[in-house]
């Protein structure tokens, strides 16, 4: 286990008590914890155990039935997400904030070049120099491993891991604190997939990100978190340390999870 | 046999207050795009109902009017909306730009400058400049409404990234009195420096669209660009082939099938204004002998 960078003793995300239901279905109850700058945190569970609905909460996209998020301003005050304007929110996700969506196609624009996409950000924020706009379009490109030739190519042309690649580029831009990944490693084939973890996990640990990361796959938790929590029909039933929840799992259902990958 | 009888320019007093109160909408939010509910026209969506709705709506007995296509006086679509209010409100229409007390234009504005007093209104296909970035309705809506306008520069990036500068010849963006941005309608970004603090009110109609907004007069119209890549004008290489004009927007007719062209003023008033008072250009023929008719 590597020790995070930049870990202060102020939360960045409180969670409390937050619950979602929609009618009789309950998608989650009572999920609180915190999360600290520079900490990456897995949720891990099985498909419609409420890990999408939670980060969708986490993140205001979606209104909590009970509960609330509370998160660290830049300027150092915990607000009550719920609490913002709507510009305020849309601000704070577009600078302070990245998400990794499981499908690229939902998190870029495929028509516009890559490099626009990666400056989409910038020029959201009021940059106006194509000049500067390009040149730190492509240092990202560099950092992520995609080759600058193909700034001026939409990412339509690109395969699924350099997609995926290009998303994390387009929201690292900013230099937000708090990136949520649903699924990152989704739908790529092994290899690639391994070539991705490694680059999420030393950008991390560079940039001293905190993030929340949705996965079913253990191996990424593994690799990435710091902490996981497990979750099963919307609640949390197990949550701690990575090593010691994945190498000495209490619950049941994790010893299940656990025991369900083949060993290497 | 009984003749039809309309009302005084063609729409109904009660159209024509709902569409009043639209524009008064749109001149106090310089930029907003004004719903409002667009009527059927005697004419296909196109052909600049958005337009003739307006022009129906503000024009009085006493208005003098005048219609252009492309800066041309006599087109197709310049002639029957002429003789449209010429029948239907029995105004005095005219081709001159500087008697005119309302215009009613299709991708141009004049290049005689604008006077306080006169109206000018466009007619527009696609009110929203953001549209081909971002096809949700309620999406753009949003952006507008917090002044998110960065796809707006994604776009000018596209161009440069594609063309080596901002390729976007019409319907350039523009952001009014620094808040709302606007779609000038496919105007040539040629004529968007005419619009920036000009003496006479725009109103911008869109009927198949429902919108309507408008530029009050003396406020500020500023084209988008990037500090390293400036708006820049149009410039053509040679100027009128019939009147010799340097600083007036030329159209391409092809004159013959072995490829020969020449370039002449596509504002027509413009142009025979100019020749009358003796200016020549280096294909001029007799003195101006033709003339736009009613």
Known sequence: ?264 | MNAPTYNFAYLDEQTKRMIRRAILKAIAIPGYQVPFASREMPMPYGWGTGGVQVTAAILGPTDVLKVIDQGSDDTTNAISIRKFFAKTAGVTTTTSTEVATVIQTRHRIPEASLRAGQVLVYQVPIPEPLRYLEPRETETRRMHALAEYGLMHVKLYEDIARFGHIATAYAYPVKVNARYVMDPSPTPKFDNPKMDNCPALQLFGAGREKRIYAIPPYTSVVSLDFEDHPFTRYKFDAPCALCGAADSYLDEIVTDDKGSRMFVCSDTDYCEGRQAAGHRGSQAAAPHKEAAHD
């Not at chain 1, 205001?60 to 830049?74: D, F, I, T």
């Not at chain 1, 849309?90 to 998190?107: I, K, M, S």
């Not at chain 1, 560099?142 to 080759?147: A, F, G, W």
């Not at chain 1, 001026?152 to 995926?164: E, I, K, L, N, V």
Request: hydrophobic content about 45%; aromatic content about 6%.
């Open chain 1, 1 to 264: 286990m590597i020790e995070a960078p930049g870990m202060s003793d102020q939360p960045l995300l409180v969670a409390e008590g937050l619950a979602k239901t929609y009618g009789r279905l309950v998608a989650c109850r009572d999920i609180s914890f915190t999360l600290y700058p520079g900490e990456v945190l897995a949720i891990v569970g099985e498909s419609g155990s409420g890990k999408s609905t939670l980060l969708q909460m986490l993140s205001a996209q979606l209104a909590p039935s009970a509960g609330r998020v509370s998160y660290r301003m830049r300027d150092g005050v915990l607000r009550d997400l719920a609490a913002l304007g709507e510009a305020e929110r849309r601000f704070l996700f577009r600078t302070d904030w990245g998400y990794v969506h499981q499908d690229p196609a939902q998190g870029l624009r495929m028509a516009v070049s890559a490099g626009a996409n990666v400056g989409e950000r910038l020029m959201a924020v009021g940059w106006n120099n194509y000049g500067r706009i390009r040149q730190t379009a492509s240092s990202w490109l560099d950092r992520v491993e995609i080759d600058v030739a193909r700034i001026d190519d939409a990412p339509r042309t690109y395969s699924g891991g350099m997609r995926q690649r290009l998303q994390i580029a387009r929201n690292l831009v900013t230099e937000p604190r708090l990136v949520f990944m649903d699924e990152p490693t989704g739908g790529l084939d092994v290899s690639v997939q391994a070539r991705l973890l490694d680059l999420m996990r030393s950008l991390v640990n560079e940039l001293g990100l905190a993030a929340v990361v949705v996965t079913h796959d253990l191996a990424v938790a593994r690799l990435l978190s710091h902490r996981v929590i497990v979750m099963k029909e919307g609640r949390v039933i197990e949550t701690g340390l990575t090593d010691q929840v994945l190498d000495d799992p209490r619950e049941p259902y994790t010893q299940l999870l656990v025991s369900s990958i083949l060993p290497p």
